[in-house]
Every structure is written in C-alpha cells, then in structure tokens.
C-alpha cells in the first residue's frame, strides 16, 4: 500500500544556529546557497552566497562540492526546504535549511507555512507503490490548486491555479494509465477512500493544514509555497523516471517530470511579477 513514508523532515538550522556555525567557520569551509529567484538576489543578499534559483538546481548541482556543508535560504524558508532535499537527494552529505529564511535572519516574521520543511527521498520501492503515491500527491495538488484559484478569482493569479488543477487532473490520467500496465489491472490505484486518508499533496504535507494555512495569505506567500512544492513533485518524477528499467514507463514519467518543471518555471515568473 502506498503511503506518505518517503518524506522525512528536512534538517533545519535557526538563524542562531546558522550564524554560529558560520561564526566558527571559514566561508570556504562551507556553501552557502541562495535559492531565490536573481531579482531578489540583487535586492540583498547574505554576504558570500552562492545564487541558484530552486528550479534551477537540479541543472546545476555540479556546480557545488558534495563534501561540504551547506546552508541553504530562500525568502521565508519553503523554497529553501526543498532545495535542502534536493541537495540530500543528490548525495550532499549535510545540508541545512535556514528557518524562517531571509526575513527571519533580518528579524522580520515569516510566513509559517505549515510542515514546509519535507523532502522526498529515494528509496528502494517497487515501481507500482511510487506510482500510487504520486497518484495520491497529484489529487492532493489539484485540490490544493482548484481552491487556490477560488481563493484568487479575481486576480491573475487565480487563472494559473485554474489551468495547474486542470493539469494534475491529466496528470493522474497519465498515471492510472501508467498503473494498468505495470499490474495489468484496470482502475485507479488507490481508492478514493485510501487518498482522502492520507491527506497528502506534493511535498509530503497535509493537504488539509495546506488549505487552513492558505485562508487570508497573499497570493504571494501561496505562489511560494506551491513553487516548493512543485520541487519536491519534479525531483520525485526525475528520480523515479531515471530508475525505471522499462523505457516506455520512464519515458512516461519523466514526461510528467518535465510538465511539473514547466508549473514550476510558471509559479516563478509569477512570483516574481506579484513580489514587484
């Protein structure tokens, strides 16, 4: 039975942890890694940060060293959350997510964005039980979107959300269809009854703490929250599609993972457009 167990808390330093480690270290002893989007790196930065936008690390992980520890930041700490478990999840020996990001090393409030801090790890699964719990992950994502595009109806935004939920709709098409050839079994792969249990979307989070959090933010701290998420679905697909030994099933997936990096770069521009 597919479940929710892939995802682990991510390791986490508060700003008084960071800066003590960074106290006691040289710079070139460890990375510190920005992951927001280049308007907001210019805007102000932590001295000695390394710029590579969330959606852009998986293109650009050779770009950093392994062996050494970093810390990674965003602007509240979603998109630095799971570009920690990115980094976990390209071998990285130790990787830490800044609290809170940016605003709380300035002293400034975060979002608080519930459980924001999951990663999606690899593990040794059967190809039917990753299927299933993306099929999970996807109905949560499209409920999360459909209300989100209620939510901002009246606004740009609520078109974009109306066009993802219709996207992670096809998505679970794909999927129920990738599940019939795998088992040889016709149907959804989860009952719907199974899925609402879970009470789970892309990230690993609970849905239902999702659309809590979610009444009265901006859109901008919801575009945020959904650019992480879409991360952690994008490394799930990759990761899982590259394992694959049957070609047409990977090819299947790593398809989806090129549509979840096609929401992502869309969430982003967007988040950049609402920040300006």
């Known amino acids: ?141 499209k409920i999360f979107y459909g209300r989100m595009a209620d939510q901002f109806s009246s606004q740009e935004t609520g078109s974009l959300f109306r066009t993802l939920a219709e996207d992670e709709a096809h998505h679970k098409d794909t999927l129920r269809n990738l599940y019939g050839a795998l088992t040889g079994r016709a149907g959804d792969p989860v009952s719907p009854e199974e899925t609402a249990v879970h009470d789970t979307m892309e990230g690993g989070v609970s849905l239902s703490k999702v659309l809590s959090w979610a009444e009265g933010q901006q859109a901008l701290d919801v575009l945020e929250f959904a650019v992480a998420m879409e991360v952690n679905s994008h490394d799930l697909y990759l990761k899982v599609g590259q394992r694959l030994e049957d070609e047409k099933s990977r090819a299947i997936l790593l398809t989806l993972a090129q549509e979840e990096k096609a929401h992502l770069d869309r969430l982003t521009e967007a988040f950049v457009r609402q920040k300006g």
Request: net charge negative; aromatic share 10%; charged share 25%.
């Open 1 to 141: 039975m597919a479940d929710s167990s892939l995802f682990r808390e991510t390791p986490t330093w508060t700003v008084e942890q960071a800066r003590a480690f960074m106290n006691e270290h040289k710079p070139e002893e460890y990375i510190l890694l920005d992951v927001r989007q280049p308007e907001e790196y210019e805007a102000g930065h932590l001295p000695g940060s390394i710029l590579i936008p969330v959606g852009e690390l998986h293109q650009r992980l050779d770009e950093l060293d392994r062996s050494r520890p970093a810390i990674v930041y965003c602007r509240a700490g979603v998109r630095g959350a799971n570009g920690t478990g990115v980094l976990l999840n390209a071998g990285f020996e130790e990787a830490w997510n800044l609290q809170g990001g940016i605003l709380a090393w300035e002293g400034k409030v975060a979002t608080g964005a519930p459980e924001a801090g999951m990663w999606w790890f690899e593990a040794a699964r059967d190809p039917v039980d990753y299927v299933s719990l993306a099929w999970i992950l996807e109905e949560g994502a």
